[in-house]
């Protein structure tokens, strides 16, 4: 077995020469956050990153990369306040760190570059809903879509497909608001599409357009909590709260400098 496995992994190597590199990146994006509850939950503004990208590739055939972005943003809230439901407006402030492993097979002697990418996403973020009231979220998700990149010094790339979070985890931080615990909520994900579609100018440097996005489902009700402070959650009968069916819509511009 120990043979056949070092034969596979020998002609893998031989099979198809790769190349490594790493790059960074620097996006601006327009994001907005929905809520469908009465009244709805809106936000709306700039956000920031900054990232690196590691790709492994080769001519044809398994190749493998990760990309990484920190980014932060102050967007416009348009809601209501938790504890009586009057409208409220005001300023949402977000930080956050995502992971990707990608697996891509590029498709062998095609003129387009064709390849199907495949990732596992692990996203991270804090919303920072007031001075006492924020909202931590643990998201993993899966990736699958098709794209098209010839890789020569110039010309047009691009591609788009399917995003599906499996694995979400909320922490609302309900003792620092007054609540008697705090349960954790997990949203349920739904698919939702991401895009890109950009330029390489020479061998270092990129621009691009990108859309991505998120899908959640309403989450399980908590188990009955108390809160004075809350309209309907004063004790001794309390409330269940749930987060509502959410989405995620970002619109981008991504510059890239690659070390060729």
Same mark, same amino acid.
């Given at each position: 077995?120990?043979?056949? !496995?070092?034969?596979?992994?020998?002609?893998?190597?031989?099979?198809?020469?790769?190349?490594?590199?790493?790059?960074?990146?620097?996006?601006?994006?327009?994001?907005?956050?929905?809520?469908?509850?009465?009244?709805?939950?809106?936000?709306?503004?700039?956000?920031?990153?900054?990232?690196?990208?590691?790709? !492994?590739?080769?001519?044809?055939?398994?190749?493998?990369?990760?990309?990484?972005?920190?980014?932060?943003?102050?967007?416009?809230?348009?809601?209501?306040?938790?504890?009586?439901?009057?409208?409220?407006?005001?300023?949402?402030?977000?930080?956050?760190?995502?992971?990707?492993?990608?697996?891509?097979?590029?498709?062998?002697?095609?003129?387009?570059?064709?390849?199907?990418?495949?990732?596992?996403?692990?996203?991270?973020?804090?919303?920072?809903?007031?001075?006492?009231?924020?909202?931590?979220?643990?998201?993993?998700?899966?990736?699958?879509?098709?794209?098209a990149d010839r890789r020569e010094s110039t010309g047009w790339f691009g591609?788009?497909?399917?995003?599906?979070?499996?694995?979400?985890?909320?922490?609302?931080?309900?003792?620092?608001?007054?609540?008697?615990?705090?349960?954790?909520?997990?949203?349920?994900?739904?698919?939702?599409?991401?895009?890109?579609?950009?330029?390489r100018f020479n061998r270092n440097i990129s621009l691009a357009v990108y859309?991505?996005?998120?899908?959640?489902?309403?989450?399980?009700?908590?188990?009955?909590?108390?809160?004075?402070?809350?309209?309907?959650?004063?004790?001794?009968?309390?409330?269940?709260?749930?987060?509502?069916?959410?989405?995620?819509?970002? !619109?981008? !511009?991504?510059?890239?400098?690659?070390?060729?």
């Amino acid at each position: 077995m120990k043979a056949i !496995l070092g034969a596979a992994l020998a002609a893998l190597a031989v099979s198809a020469p790769a190349s490594a590199g790493w790059s960074i990146t620097g996006d601006f994006e327009r994001f907005r956050w929905a809520e469908s509850t009465d009244p709805r939950v809106t936000e709306t503004g700039p956000m920031f990153g900054i990232g690196g990208r590691f790709t !492994l590739e080769r001519p044809a055939g398994w190749q493998f990369g990760w990309r990484g972005r920190l980014y932060v943003g102050s967007v416009d809230y348009d809601g209501a306040f938790l504890d009586t439901g009057a409208p409220a407006t005001g300023t949402t402030d977000y930080t956050g760190l995502l992971n990707e492993a990608q697996a891509v097979y590029r498709l062998p002697g095609n003129r387009q570059g064709l390849e199907l990418v495949s990732g596992l996403i692990l996203d991270y973020w804090n919303r920072q809903l007031s001075r006492d009231q924020r909202e931590e979220y643990w998201i993993a998700s899966l990736r699958l879509g098709l794209q098209a990149d010839r890789r020569e010094s110039t010309g047009w790339f691009g591609g788009g497909g399917l995003k599906y979070p499996f694995y979400t985890r909320e922490d609302a931080h309900l003792t620092e608001i007054g609540f008697n615990s705090n349960p954790r909520l997990e949203p349920k994900g739904e698919v939702s599409l991401y895009a890109d579609f950009g330029y390489r100018f020479n061998r270092n440097i990129s621009l691009a357009v990108y859309y991505d996005s998120y899908r959640f489902k309403e989450s399980d009700p908590t188990p009955r909590l108390t809160n004075p402070f809350v309209s309907g959650c004063a004790p001794p009968g309390g409330c269940r709260l749930i987060q509502p069916t959410s989405k995620v819509d970002s !619109l981008g !511009l991504r510059l890239q400098y690659s070390f060729r």
